[in-house]
């Protein structure tokens, strides 16, 4: 209904539309809206907040049906709460964005956007019309992005060089975790894991080659990387050998059975003789199985389905290895990773289609009757697996995530080697670059941009507080050396190691998810900052 439209024009001379309130409806929006659902937004950064950090606190959630999951994923934390704002949800979103794209830094970017939200709100207070909030900070993150450019260093990561650089990129993302303990160890697995799959030409790591595997028992220590593919599977007979070298691997999707007698009735066995004709016939078939195997030259048997007793011992009697019950996926995973072709027929075994490997051998795990086949050393492909060990599913499941989270890093890097420093130190320089900026504006913007600056305090400050340290005098005082000393590598002290020089501590982001940070946040604080209105639908308006 147009008539109740206005179109009216900013100080700036620019024309926008006013559309009148119908009055009757009960939703909230214009400002009381937008400042609603900051407010809803704070709720969900202020559960974050305290995670973030080296000396960032775990959380416990428990979903509806009891499963316990300890964390400090700001990604898994949040992606476990039952949220009903929509504007919460934004929330999670972002973090996901994170998640997905750099792999880290997911706590970060909900504890900056919120801080941007609630710096957005004194200004809508002072009485800033939101969406000049919203491109105020768009400049701002703009100048924030170059300084980032600017400060970021190079960190050499070549194959040839030593890799204790991503070594130590990797522990600093794992510096936060319930790992922490095992950090070194996880380090390094990290770093082993993407260095065999990197490809350095294209600058870039398949996700696809590491697999992640896990069995709780033992402790996070045990965990390990396999250069080769695990099945959850172990070999069909106890008494064959545990280890088996140069393996040649018939992969198979035909049962191992004889096939039924060709009798359209049933079979009706009434004299010993009779018997005697059908046994034979079984064991004929078994043998004729057993030497298509070992005509191709095949040392291990893979099944897609089960053997009875007899043909297991046929097996272990003719000196093949076999492995049964491999699920589909499974299967295919272990022909691709071994250059193997799946054969449906016994008929259809030939030497080119077996799949080839170094070595397969049978973990077992402690006192449990678990066990699990390593296959090391594959023809084709460079997958690895990650295999994680803990005492708990909920240690397991927290080990994982950490793992992904510095593989992530460690990638990252690949893609790109351009660093800045942490501890809040980037966002530190960018606050800085950003107040500068402030001073030059006329306009409004110069509201918009101090209160950007504000909102990068925030990261150092929240690591300060998580820490035990006063967060303002701390960032005072980092203020006043970064000011000093033109200098863009200092942060908070977290770990109390009595240095706040970053660059010393090897306290490193990638750039590009520094970067990715601020594009999020500032992404999300304008997208929230233009809604002034939820209309849920299916809801009654009136
Ligand atoms: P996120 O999920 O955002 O990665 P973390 O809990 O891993 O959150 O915390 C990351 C923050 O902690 C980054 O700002 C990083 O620079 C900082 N940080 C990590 N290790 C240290 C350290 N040893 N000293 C100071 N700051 C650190």
């Not at 004889?258 to 359209?264: D, H, L, M, N, R």
């Not at 010993?272 to 057993?290: D, G, R």
């Not at 080119?352 to 051998?361: D, F």
């Not at 066990?371 to 240690?395: H, P, Q, W, Y």
Request: net charge negative.
């Amino acid at each position: 209904d147009m008539s109740n439209a206005i179109v009216a024009q900013d100080e700036m001379g620019r024309p926008f539309i006013i559309v009148r309130d119908q009055g009757k409806k009960q939703r909230k929006h214009g400002l009381e809206a937008t400042k609603s659902h900051i407010l809803a937004a704070r709720s969900v950064a202020s559960i974050v907040k305290s995670s973030l950090g080296p000396r960032g606190l775990d959380k416990i959630l428990i979903s509806q049906d009891g499963d316990i999951t300890i964390t400090n994923d700001g990604a898994t934390i949040l992606s476990q709460m039952d949220l009903d704002n929509e504007i919460a949800k934004l929330l999670v979103e972002l973090s996901k964005s994170q998640d997905d794209e750099i792999g880290d830094g997911t706590t970060g970017v909900v504890v900056l956007a919120s801080a941007m939200l609630d710096q957005a709100l004194e200004l809508i207070d002072k009485g800033i019309h939101p969406i000049k909030i919203a491109n105020g900070f768009d400049e701002a993150c703009k100048i924030a992005c170059a300084q980032l450019d600017q400060v970021a260093e190079e960190i050499d990561i070549s194959k040839e060089s030593t890799d204790e650089n991503l070594l130590k990129s990797a522990k600093t993302a794992l510096g936060s975790k319930i790992v922490s303990k095992a950090h070194e160890h996880f380090a390094q697995m990290a770093v082993d894991a993407v260095l065999s799959v990197a490809d350095f030409e294209r600058k870039d790591v398949d996700f696809e080659l590491i697999k992640m595997e896990s069995k709780v028992g033992g402790a996070l220590e045990n965990s390990s990387l396999i250069k080769g593919v695990l099945l959850d599977k172990d070999f069909s007979h106890p008494q064959m050998d545990k280890e088996v070298r140069d393996c040649k691997i018939a992969i198979l999707t035909c049962p191992f059975e004889p096939p039924k007698p060709k009798t359209k009735h049933k079979l009706d066995i009434s004299s010993v003789a009779e018997f005697e004709v059908l046994q034979k016939y079984e064991q004929e078939k078994f043998q004729e199985m057993i030497d298509c195997v070992k005509n191709a030259g095949a040392n291990i048997v893979a099944c897609q389905w089960g053997f009875d007793d007899e043909a297991n011992h046929l097996l272990l009697s003719n000196n093949l290895n076999a492995i049964r019950w491999i699920g589909g996926a499974e299967l295919e995973l272990l022909a691709i990773a071994t250059n193997g072709r799946i054969v449906p027929r016994f008929e259809d075994l030939t030497p080119e289609k077996l799949g080839h490997a170094g070595t397969i051998k049978e973990l077992e795990f402690g006192t449990t009757r678990d066990r699990m086949l390593v296959i090391e050393d594959c023809s084709n492909t460079k997958a690895v697996t990650c295999f994680i060990r803990g005492s708990n599913e909920m240690i397991v499941a927290e080990g994982i995530r950490a793992l992904h989270d510095s593989i992530c890093v460690v990638r990252n890097l690949i893609r790109d080697n351009r660093v800045v420093y942490g501890g809040g130190a980037a966002e530190l320089t960018c606050s800085l670059a950003v107040s500068e900026a402030a001073d030059k504006q006329v306009g409004i913007d110069q509201y918009a941009f101090r209160a950007f600056a504000n909102a990068l305090d925030t990261i150092p400050m929240t690591l300060a507080e998580n820490s035990g340290l006063d967060p303002i005098e701390s960032l005072s005082a980092l203020k006043a050396k970064h000011s000093l000393e033109k200098a863009s590598n200092l942060g908070v002290d977290c770990l109390g190691l009595g240095s706040n020089d970053m660059k010393e501590l090897f306290v490193i982001d990638p750039l590009i998810g520094k970067k990715q940070q601020l594009l999020l946040a500032t992404q999300l604080t304008r997208m929230i900052l233009k809604i002034n209105d939820v209309i849920i639908s299916g809801k009654d308006e009136f």
